[in-house]
């Protein structure tokens, strides 16, 4: 029985088989890297086949995901060489466009793009996907049914895939969350209050969200009254450029995403 192969045992590559696991996907995972350690803490905890020769790895595949840095994606293309035979590829490397991707491999190989969430692990990821022309309806079920098994699938033409790949990170949640938990431990809060104030703000605030009924625009003005203390929190964060500075932040990525493509 042909495997979904995994090249590539970094991060990604671990949320992935945990979620898969999770899920009880019962295809062979297999995972090559170069790095014996990583395979072998891979089959340790999530029963993998721990691949190490690369082209034993690519034979066995019936999905192929390249989870490697984008700098080293034309490198490890280039190491596989021309495949023979049909197959369905699917790139997770950020930045790097189907253009590029097709012309590695030969044309018996068929392209997708996924971008899917650490948060897969869970089971709640979001996972955003572009599907290259020349996949079969059949591969292109397989590539949406293998990562719905993680979270929702969400398909984004290719040249809004880096946007949203900048905008849907769970970084933006992490990074949110660490830096009102470090505020209010400056403003007297211990630790361990500061973490659950700031949890109840930014997780309980979104569920409410995405669950309820009301707009966002009259959630917002719900929770900031006029003259109270929300409002003034909000108020002196717009004037001190938060709005700005998140725009800022997603162009730099957006900027990365395009360095990227050049490699």
């Not at 949110?176 to 700031?198: P, Q, S, T, W, Y």
Request: hydrophobic content about 45%; charged content about 25%.
């Amino acid at each position: 029985m042909k495997a979904t192969v995994f090249l590539g045992g970094g991060r990604i590559t671990s949320a992935l088989v945990a979620g898969l696991r999770l899920a009880h996907y019962r295809q062979p995972i297999v995972v090559h890297d170069r790095h014996l350690g990583k395979l072998r803490q891979l089959k340790r905890l999530y029963g993998v086949i721990a691949e190490a020769d690369l082209h034993r790895a690519v034979e066995s595949a019936r999905i192929l995901i390249i989870a490697v840095r984008p700098d080293s994606v034309r490198e490890l293309l280039e190491e596989i060489g021309p495949i023979g035979r049909p197959l369905t590829a699917v790139s997770l490397a950020a930045g790097i466009p189907l253009a590029v991707l097709k012309a590695r491999l030969g044309p018996s190989v068929c392209w997708a793009r996924a971008m899917p969430s650490p948060v897969c692990r869970s089971g709640r990821g979001l996972t955003a996907l572009t599907l290259g022309r020349g996949l079969s309806l059949s591969a292109r079920e397989e590539v949406r049914d293998l990562f719905s098994r993680v979270g929702a699938v969400l398909e984004i033409p290719e040249k809004r895939f880096d946007a949203f790949t900048v905008t849907y990170s769970s970084s933006h949640g992490y990074h949110a969350l660490a830096a009102l938990i470090h505020a209010a431990e400056r403003i007297g809060l211990d630790r361990k209050r500061a973490r659950v104030a700031a949890a109840h703000a930014l997780a309980d605030g979104i569920v409410g969200w995405r669950e309820g009924t009301l707009p966002l625009e009259e959630l917002l003005r719900e929770a900031a009254t006029p003259g109270g203390i929300a409002a003034a929190v909000m108020n002196e964060l717009d004037r001190a450029g938060y709005q700005r500075i998140v725009v800022r932040g997603l162009h730099a990525g957006m900027k990365q995403a395009r360095k990227n493509a050049r490699r």
